[in-house]
């Protein structure tokens, strides 16, 4: 069920206004707007929104990530969770990878995807036939509306992370799957203003195993995967960073994959053997409904 952002009440399809507070419908570029009236009229929302349009727009014509490895992420993603979804939403679309796959594999389901980048939704529309929607994380305007929710590297540019968190409960079906990949204890100093990190709101927080199970706990989820993922030869571990080891490590890794991009291909249990993962995936359930702070106690 699609919802007033602005009241939460039920909000009809095609309607343009919502019938309990008359909230108003808007359009950019042909992507529907569902931000409350209070996000429109925040000012440090609105400079969080100019600056995710700043970043993706100098991703989309510079890509931070090399293509290879996104693309290895993504098909990785997809193979954490099976089974059929008739009604999937991607939150945090960027260049569209995993989007697209997720079209290719789900031919015939309903997929929908939700960004706080208007330049990110525009240019997924052009390649990849999806409903997408500009509204916060925080505040996704659905009930109970979905059976699979896609999250890829987007935990940690939220403000408040429990709060898309129990969006993301409230979207779900009943027993709706989660599926979040975030930076595995990412090194925050790239993301210091003091040492020149050109973005305002870049990554906000980091993560462990503990502190992602204990807010998809707090948030009606249980756990049902943990995967450690995203390699590069640069992070190896320790021991093989000199001597003998370090020159097996390296003609093997070469051998396999010419492209250092392509070390995120290995299977899990190897990369996590050798190299310190950069990112975590938590498959998740949606477990209970969590509408007050009772739920604790």
């Not at 699609?2 to 343009?16: D, F, G, I, K």
């Not at 309903?110 to 509204?135: E, G, H, Y």
């Not at 992602?212 to 995203?230: E, P, R």
């Not at 070469?254 to 050798?274: A, C, Q, R």
Request: glycine letters at 4%; aromatic letters at 12%; one cysteine or more.
């Amino acid at each position: 069920m699609l919802l007033c952002p602005n009241c939460r009440s039920s909000y009809p399809e095609h309607a343009t206004e919502c019938r309990g507070c008359g909230w108003k419908l808007e359009e950019i570029e042909g992507i529907k707007v569902f931000l409350s009236n209070s996000d429109k009229q925040d000012n440090f929302f609105k400079e969080y929104i100019e600056n995710y349009r700043e970043i993706s727009i100098n991703d989309i014509h510079h890509g931070f990530v090399d293509t290879s490895y996104l693309e290895n992420q993504a098909d990785k993603l997809l193979n954490y969770y099976t089974g059929k979804h008739e009604d999937i939403l991607e939150v945090g679309v960027g260049q569209g990878f995993l989007l697209r796959k997720l079209r290719e594999r789900y031919q015939f389901s309903r997929i929908t995807a939700v960004d706080i980048s208007l330049p990110f939704l525009t240019n997924a529309l052009k390649q990849i036939d999806v409903n997408c929607l500009f509204a916060n994380a925080e505040n996704l305007p659905f009930s109970n509306a979905f059976d699979l929710i896609v999250a890829s590297d987007i935990l940690e540019h939220v403000i408040n992370p429990i709060d898309f968190l129990l969006s993301s409960n409230y979207s779900l079906k009943s027993d709706g799957c989660l599926v979040l990949r975030v930076p595995f204890e990412d090194n925050m100093l790239q993301y210091s203003k003091l040492l020149g990190c050109k973005y305002k709101f870049a990554h906000l927080r980091n993560f462990s195993k503990r502190n992602l199970v204990v807010m998809l706990s707090q948030a009606g989820f249980k756990v049902t995967q943990i995967h450690y993922d995203g390699y590069y030869a640069y992070s190896r571990r320790p021991p093989f960073r000199r001597g003998v080891l370090k020159n097996i490590f390296e003609y093997c890794i070469n051998s396999v994959y010419p492209n250092e991009n392509d070390v995120s291909k290995i299977p899990n249990w190897i990369g996590l053997m050798l190299m310190k993962p950069l990112e975590i995936v938590i498959v998740a359930k949606k477990d209970k409904n969590v509408s007050d702070m009772n739920y604790l106690f």
